[in-house]
């Protein structure tokens, strides 16, 4: 069996600065992580391995998105792939499935089921699974807590916050993970050391047979127009006198305290 | 060294009604600033928060002008009662705690802060863009920032410590052992006289001339005189002022305690980062552990920046409040793990195998393994080992501040004694024998790398503290016999006191006294820290 599982690397949420023109996320020299999603992800991939099937991981991203992989190397992971090439920089969501959806095409066509995490916590938009899906013929599936493998199928948990439900899937799809354990999984001196040794292909746009015109900016279908920071304050009132007339003060405050 | 006397430096005083204060005689004070982590009380008339050097001299007039005195107050983590008043007012520096600006000197780049900046804030400035932040000379900020990332490598578990309060204690961390205490980062001290003069002290600029040194204020000369006592340097220490024949004056400021001034502006030494390896080894007991440290300290291939220890006890103690649901961010120890190793290893990425490699056989030989470890090298995880690390002494303290409602005297009862490397065996074998044939539990864990791991007994009840109490007098003294420090980074303030005479006999005492006395003869500042008033 074979477990795709698509990952990013993001700026280190600890440590973010933003840039005061912008609004952008300052990526120079900021620290990076791995996409806390994409951790879920890569635990319910190695979660659901048997001996003998492999888990791969890719990521489309600049050169130091090797870390994230190694990273995912020294957690479970068997093989990973780099898309990195200068024509791949400033994809939007719908780029950015194109160039993974082409991966999955010419690279690792008999995969039997693909994992991403729900979100990017840079870009935060969450469309990725789903475009990944339906340019790849697949389908998406939201919200999901677990996934398991039964009776040829994958019995795949849904949570939506007021409703748990339970699917079975036949055949490959695409699995959009929203939870998993925030007990971190710690590798071994072992693990660290095997994973020097395991594949990490890098391809560029010319391996992954695009044009120029189907990745990046030029491949993008949306453009960020303007990114204002929200400052939410919070103030707090003092409400005095009788019940009735502190429940007429929360009343006038609009009924909020 | 210079040895023409020190100037000190007049700073005017300002309005008095202008201080912010917490009068006790018209609100309670809070009872965070009556104690600190070694959850003795105390108590004060006020608390004064002055946010300058005027404001805080103005406040050091007054006091020596009405008879007052003061407890300066950092934030309050220290172990030992030290920010622990006991009567008078509290100073308390948290109005003072920004960055100044990063600088350069021949010797290379340094940080300079007011003293309540926290280590955490250090930290988190560091990673910022230094072209970003405030610069003492143009065009530091950019040259950092082509050769940076940089770090401060001092590393005091307890992040939330002030820096004044490190320079205060001259604190360890883990990485004490190979780069030692504070007081080998500090390059320059702005610190204020109980009198309200300052002293700006650069290391290598003034010195004592034997043990004499003269400091020449607007109306005074202050003859300082050291004790004749030579601190022991040998080993982690920080118990009692630091004192030996033509030492560096700035050197008698760090770690004593807030004795004989108040620190307003530090300039601590900053180093280039570097890509490591943070490994947690688990063996199956507590003795092949100690075993493996010995051999890795002989080692000339592998050169850890630390070495740290966990006892069974300590891994249980974590397993427990992991059971209970707590520090869910945490791994939890692994079932088979009866004691472990924490070690920092310097690894780029392309050495990370043959580092690994290269401490494989020692492991096997005492009965660890590769596979039985824990191994990471991102930031993230990284600060989770040390996090994990750090657990166990908060887990302690914050049961001991659990007894304290039935037990109001009940405070914390642990070790900070360091000895020299062929005592150590030794030094553990009486930890346990004492401890058992009292009958107490305790967890050993921390810095074996120097020979000082912390043994915390877990109280339960007064009658506990009193056997432990006694114990760690024995400690005390097992470890002045062996030629240790019965404080090697928590310093004396008011709860170890009794340790200074074992130490420097009553004669080194007195001498301490007249020295604190030549240079506060009012009284004025933390009186109690070290030696009663
Ligand atoms: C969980 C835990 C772990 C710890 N681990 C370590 C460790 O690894 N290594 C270590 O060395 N210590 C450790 N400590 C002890 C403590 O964190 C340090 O001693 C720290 O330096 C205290 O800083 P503070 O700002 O809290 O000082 P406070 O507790 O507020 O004060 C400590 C002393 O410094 C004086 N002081 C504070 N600021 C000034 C100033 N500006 N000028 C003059 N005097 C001043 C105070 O009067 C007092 O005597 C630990 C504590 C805890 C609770």
């Given at each position: 069996m074979k477990i795709v599982v698509m990952v990013k690397q993001v700026p280190d949420a600890e440590n973010v600065e933003l840039d005061p023109q912008t609004g952008n996320i300052r990526r120079d020299g900021a620290e990076r992580m791995l996409n806390p999603y994409c951790e879920f992800a890569l635990q319910a991939a190695v979660s659901l391995r048997e001996e003998g099937d492999v888990v791969v991981?890719?990521?489309?991203?600049?050169?130091?998105?090797?870390?994230?992989?190694?990273?995912?190397?020294?957690?479970?992971?068997?093989?990973?792939?780099?898309?990195?090439?200068?024509?791949?920089?400033?994809?939007?969501?719908?780029?950015?499935?194109?160039?993974?959806?082409?991966f999955l095409q010419l690279h690792e066509p008999d995969h039997d089921i693909v994992l991403t995490g729900r979100q990017a916590i840079d870009g935060d938009t969450g469309q990725v699974p789903a475009?990944?899906?339906?340019?790849?013929?697949?389908?998406?599936?939201?919200?999901?807590?677990?996934?398991?493998?039964?009776?040829?199928?994958?019995?795949?948990?849904?949570?939506?916050?007021?409703?748990?439900?339970?699917?079975?899937?036949?055949?490959?799809?695409?699995?959009?993970?929203?939870?998993?354990?925030?007990?971190?999984?710690?590798?071994?001196?072992?693990?660290?050391?095997?994973?020097?040794?395991?594949?990490?292909?890098?391809?560029?746009?010319?391996?992954?047979?695009?044009?120029?015109?189907?990745?990046?900016?030029?491949?993008?279908?949306?453009?960020?127009?303007?990114?204002?920071?929200?400052?939410?304050?919070?103030?707090?009132?003092?409400?005095?006198?009788?019940?009735?007339?502190?429940?007429?003060?929360?009343?006038?405050?609009?009924?909020?305290i | 060294m210079g040895i023409e006397p020190v100037r000190a430096i007049r700073v005017p005083s300002v309005p008095f009604q202008g201080i912010k204060k917490w009068d006790g005689t018209r609100d309670s004070l809070p009872h965070t600033f009556l104690t600190d982590e070694s959850k003795l009380s105390g108590h004060a008339k006020e608390i004064y928060f002055p946010s300058d050097e005027s404001q805080l001299a103005t406040l050091l007039r007054y006091l020596n002008r009405t008879g007052g005195h003061a407890t300066i107050s950092g934030m309050r983590t220290g172990v030992v009662g030290g920010a622990v008043p006991q009567g008078g007012s509290v100073i308390c520096m948290e109005n003072m705690d920004s960055l100044i600006g990063l600088g350069k000197d021949q010797q290379g780049y340094f940080v300079r802060v007011q003293p309540n900046m926290t280590l955490r804030s250090l930290q988190r400035?560091?990673?910022?863009?230094?072209?970003?932040?405030?610069?003492?000379?143009?065009?530091?900020?950019?040259?950092?920032?082509?050769?940076?990332?940089?770090?401060?490598?001092?590393?005091?578990?307890e992040q939330n410590g002030s820096l004044g309060g490190n320079v205060a204690a001259n604190s360890s961390g883990a990485r004490s052992?190979?780069?030692?205490?504070?007081?080998?980062?500090?390059?320059?001290?702005?610190?204020?006289?109980?009198?309200?003069?300052?002293?700006?002290?650069?290391?290598?600029?003034?010195?004592?001339?034997?043990?004499?040194?003269?400091?020449?204020?607007?109306?005074?000369?202050?003859?300082?005189?050291?004790?004749?006592?030579?601190?022991?340097?040998?080993?982690?220490n920080s118990a009692g002022l630091y004192c030996h024949e033509d030492m560096d004056l700035i050197d008698l400021f760090i770690g004593s305690e807030g004795t004989l001034g108040v620190i307003t502006e530090i300039d601590l030494r900053l180093m280039p980062s570097y890509p490591v390896l943070s490994i947690l080894v688990f063996f199956p007991d507590d003795g092949k552990a100690l075993s493996f440290v010995a051999d890795l300290r002989l080692s000339s291939s592998i050169r850890p920046d630390l070495i740290e220890y966990f006892d069974e006890a300590a891994l249980g103690l974590i397993r427990d409040v992991k059971a209970k649901g707590g520090l869910r961010k945490l791994p939890c120890p692994p079932s088979y793990a009866g004691s472990a190793v924490f070690l920092d290893l310097p690894a780029g990425a392309e050495d990370i195998s043959s580092v690994l490699e290269s401490i494989r056989p020692l492991l096997r030989m005492h009965g660890g393994s590769p596979e039985r470890s824990w191994c990471l090298h991102d930031r993230r995880g990284r600060e989770m080992l040390r996090d994990f690390r750090h657990s166990i002494p908060e887990t302690i303290f914050q049961h001991v501040g659990g007894l304290k409602g039935k037990n109001p005297d009940i405070h914390k009862m642990g070790t900070d004694v360091s000895v020299p490397d062929a005592a150590f065996p030794e030094m553990m074998?009486?930890?346990?024998?004492?401890?058992?044939?009292?009958?107490?539990?305790?967890?050993?864990?921390?810095?074996?790398?120097?020979?000082?791991?912390?043994?915390?007994?877990?109280?339960?009840?007064?009658?506990?503290?009193?056997?432990?109490?006694?114990?760690?007098?024995?400690?005390?003294?097992?470890?002045?016999?062996?030629?240790?420090?019965?404080?090697?980074?928590?310093?004396?303030?008011?709860?170890?006191?009794?340790?200074?005479?074992?130490?420097?006999?009553?004669?080194?005492?007195?001498?301490?006294?007249?020295?604190?006395?030549?240079v506060d003869p009012n009284g004025v500042l933390n009186r109690g820290n070290l030696m009663e008033w």
């Open positions: 991981v890719v990521t489309m991203g600049p050169r130091s998105a090797e870390e994230a992989l190694r990273y995912c190397l020294e957690r479970g992971a068997d093989r990973a792939y780099l898309l990195t090439d200068k024509d791949f920089a400033g994809s939007d969501a719908w780029a950015t499935a194109t160039v993974l959806s082409r475009e990944l899906a339906v340019i790849s013929g697949l389908e998406p599936f939201y919200h999901v807590r677990s996934v398991s493998k039964q009776d040829g199928m994958w019995r795949v948990t849904q949570d939506y916050g007021d409703e748990v439900r339970e699917l079975m899937i036949a055949g490959s799809c695409v699995l959009s993970i929203a939870s998993g354990s925030l007990e971190p999984k710690v590798p071994s001196m072992v693990d660290v050391q095997e994973a020097q040794g395991k594949p990490l292909k890098v391809l560029d746009r010319e391996s992954l047979d695009l044009k120029k015109s189907e990745a990046g900016l030029a491949g993008s279908r949306t453009r960020v127009v303007k990114i204002v920071n929200q400052v939410h304050t919070r103030a707090s009132q003092k409400l005095q006198g009788t019940p009735a007339e502190m429940a007429d003060g929360i009343l006038q405050a609009g009924g909020w | 400035i560091l990673r910022q863009r230094y072209s970003s932040l405030p610069a003492l000379q143009p065009g530091v900020g950019e040259e950092m920032d082509a050769q940076g990332p940089f770090f401060y490598p001092v590393d005091p578990t052992f190979r780069y030692g205490p504070t007081r080998d980062w500090v390059r320059r001290l702005r610190v204020m006289l109980p009198n309200g003069d300052i002293l700006d002290i650069v290391r290598g600029e003034h010195g004592f001339q034997g043990r004499e040194c003269k400091v020449v204020t607007e109306d005074d000369v202050i003859h300082l005189r050291l004790p004749s006592y030579d601190f022991n340097r040998g080993v982690k074998e009486y930890y346990a024998q004492t401890l058992r044939s009292k009958g107490l539990r305790w967890v050993t864990f921390g810095h074996v790398g120097d020979n000082h791991p912390h043994v915390e007994v877990i109280l339960h009840d007064m009658d506990d503290f009193r056997k432990a109490k006694d114990a760690c007098q024995a400690f005390a003294h097992k470890a002045v016999q062996l030629g240790g420090s019965p404080s090697a980074e928590h310093g004396i303030g008011k709860l170890k006191r009794e340790y200074l005479p074992l130490l420097y006999e009553s004669q080194g005492c007195k001498e301490l006294q007249a020295l604190k006395r030549s």
